[in-house]
């Protein structure tokens, strides 16, 4: 049979959310294109930005879209010219055209394997659910420190939001991997024990006074800080990077993936569009600093050897069946999940 029925979770222009029928033929895939039957996925805050950005975007077109983009699955059918996957293949990876008509919460998914880079075989030690959770946010986090000097070379890391998923990642790769000497974290007294274990030396706890303030002292005791890593947006920091980060000469500098704006997820990316924005990422300064996202190329097979040594740890907050992807939502929404949120399609 080569036409294939199936439901994914996606919306008619500018509709909410809901089960949508779709059917592809096996037969007309191009010839890097591999058909994967998702056996999970898992959700990232940009996918509720894209989803709530997607009615200006195709306010001409008025087109369909779909959902998600960390997924991970089995390899169904290949295009004629895919060499790196066979059929049988366990994958995982980023689903990274935006605003089309696919996503990864859905049941098949066809991914152009010349123009998706950030896609492989999964660690051999990993559950499908767990390689569905590592992709977007290990790989934005291996990112975040390869714009600046080499993190074994840095002797201090303040990582903000040090309980996200970004943030996990980020401080396993500077304790475990590079063995940096202090990495300081800012987040809750409850994510301590987590952050800790990751390989938190020192925590700022930002429910416990003003954390430029706890920043400030902290550097006076321990040194400047070699590197700031921001995963999770705000402009806190950066009225005394000159009391907290080492000279520009050094190779210091500040990373951040959401800017000066800490996103709502519940609201669109146009969010980000701000006056404080524009003067972090066009104003001179008198430090280094860098807009980081996710960088194309060996990331995912360098990831892979790490879990496969046992060396980092996936944060996963909950596993919802795909009949409930609403109830993975809402833990999104919340705000709470310690983790990602992932949705599996087994039926127990």
């Known amino acids: 049979m080569s036409k294939i029925n199936y439901t994914q979770v996606g919306y008619h222009y500018n509709g909410p959310l809901e089960f949508i029928d779709r059917t592809v033929d096996v037969s007309t895939l191009g010839p890097h294109d591999v058909l994967v039957k998702i056996a999970a996925a898992a959700l990232n805050p940009v996918d509720l930005l894209l989803y709530n950005t997607a009615h200006f975007v195709k306010f001409f077109t008025r087109s369909d879209g779909g959902f998600g983009r960390d ?7 290949t295009g004629s010219a895919v060499t790196k996957f066979q059929v049988g293949d366990k994958i995982s990876g980023i689903f990274e055209p935006l605003f089309t008509q696919q996503g990864s ?16 075989t999964i660690p051999n030690n990993l559950t499908l659910e767990q390689a569905a959770a590592f992709p977007l946010t290990f790989g934005t986090a291996y990112t975040t420190l390869t714009h600046f000097k080499k993190p074994a070379e840095c002797e201090n890391v303040l990582v903000l939001g040090g309980a996200t998923s970004v943030g996990a990642f980020t401080i396993q790769l500077l304790k475990k991997v590079h063995k940096v000497k202090n990495v300081v974290t800012v987040n809750s007294a409850n994510s301590a024990e987590r952050v800790k274990r990751y390989g938190s030396d020192i925590m700022i706890d930002y429910k416990k006074g003003n954390v430029k303030a706890q920043a400030i002292e902290l550097a006076k005791d321990i040194g400047k800080f070699d590197l700031i890593i921001d995963c999770v947006g705000g402009n806190d920091m950066l009225g005394c990077m000159s009391e907290v980060l080492k000279p520009k000469s050094t190779g210091s500098g500040y990373v951040s993936i959401n800017g ?3 996103g709502d997820y519940r609201s669109s990316a146009l969010q980000f569009f701000t006056w404080d924005n524009v003067k972090l990422f066009f104003f001179p300064k008198k430090w280094n600093f860098k807009m980081s996202s996710i960088q194309e190329g060996t990331w995912y097979e360098y990831g892979k050897g790490l879990f496969e040594e046992g060396l980092l740890e996936i944060p996963i907050d909950s596993v919802h069946k795909y009949a409930n992807y609403q109830d993975a939502i809402n833990t999104l929404l919340d705000h709470k999940a310690q983790g990602k949120v992932v949705i599996t399609m087994a039926s127990s």
Request: proline share 0%.
């Open 71 to 77: 997924f991970a699955g089995v390899v169904e059918s």
């Open 105 to 120: 919460v859905t049941e098949y998914l066809i991914v152009d394997t010349q123009k998706s880079h950030n896609i492989g």
């Open 260 to 262: 000066a704006t800490v």
